[in-house]
């Protein structure tokens, strides 16, 4: 794995996309009631 920011205080982008999927996949589910 290339790992070019050591810094764990900083967020993962993979922590980034599941939030970003959580978030999206409750506003689909809102618009589709």
Do not use: H, K
Not at 7 to 19: C, D, E, K, T
């Amino acid at each position: 794995m290339q790992t070019e920011d050591d810094n764990p205080s900083a967020p993962s982008p993979v922590s980034l996309l599941i939030a970003f999927a959580l978030i999206a996949i409750s506003i689909v589910l809102i618009c589709t009631g």
